[in-house]
């Protein structure tokens, strides 16, 4: 089946550093891909949803100038969470929507761990 | 505004023994309904779903109905095996404007030998 990656699987870093995350489709082009946000315990909460070629809608509350995603082409998009504090420490997870003779299937690759010191 | 609200965790059960994880929905329209299992070190994937009010979805001998009266899609299986360990998710997405997926909290099952 469809399989959409994510690197790094996991990542430690200062303060103030930037971190990329980087979400493929590996066989399949998805015209859309969604982030998403897990803390520990609770449900995924949407970040954003990104479309190919053109600029990513933000949910309400999240920062567009803190986490910069970019869906430069059909297998990828990327995440970079700017100038990283400890608070954005979180499970970070991608998904790439296939839309296939009409069918919606939505697949999810299997997350980043951020942990900002 | 849509929400999905999970039976919470953890649940732990034996070998064999019946699994019910409840799951109701609060939504405008008629939402599609999903469950997606999420294996230890893997991505989300998905279990089954529904589409429209008494479908039933089923995999793996899991099954779920979309109950529009009581707006529950409680999931179900009969006899769980060890593999079966996992985070479950209940999810709808609309069917209509951007279709987003929302989910509820997970709930972490644990079967014991």
């Known amino acids: 089946g469809a399989v959409v990656s994510q690197h790094p699987s996991w990542v430690i870093c200062k303060s103030g550093t930037s971190v990329k995350i980087e979400c493929r489709s590996l066989?399949?082009?998805?015209?859309?891909m969604f982030w998403y946000r897990q803390f520990p315990k609770q449900s995924l909460m949407l970040m954003a949803t990104?479309?190919?070629?053109?600029?990513?809608?933000?949910e309400q509350g999240v920062e567009k100038d803190k986490f910069l995603i970019n869906h430069a082409s059909l297998t990828l998009s990327t995440l970079t969470v700017t100038s990283a504090h400890p608070e954005d420490s979180s499970f970070y997870i991608c998904?790439?929507?296939?839309?296939?003779?009409?069918?919606?299937?939505?697949?999810f690759g299997p997350g980043t761990r951020l942990l900002v010191l | 505004g849509n929400s999905v609200t999970q039976m919470e965790g953890p649940v732990t059960l034996s070998e064999e023994a019946f699994l019910t994880i409840n799951c109701t929905y609060t939504?405008?329209?008629?939402?599609?309904l999903f469950w997606y299992v999420q294996y230890p070190g893997e991505g989300l994937q998905l279990l089954l779903k529904?589409?429209?009010?008494?479908d039933k979805g089923s995999n793996k001998g899991f099954e779920a109905t979309y109950r529009k009266e009581t707006t529950s899609f409680h999931l179900e299986k009969g006899s769980v095996q060890v593999s079966d360990s996992a985070v479950y998710f209940c999810?709808?997405?609309?069917?209509?404007?951007?279709?987003?997926?929302?989910f509820g909290q997970g709930t972490r099952l644990t079967i014991n030998p």
């Open positions: 529904a589409t429209k009010a008494d």
């Open positions: 939504a405008t329209g008629y939402p599609s």
């Open positions: 990104s479309n190919e070629g053109s600029k990513a809608t933000y």
């Open positions: 998904s790439a929507r296939d839309l296939l003779a009409g069918v919606v299937t939505q697949y």
């Open positions: 999810a709808l997405r609309t069917t209509q404007g951007a279709q987003k997926l929302v």
């Open positions: 066989d399949f082009q998805a015209t859309t």
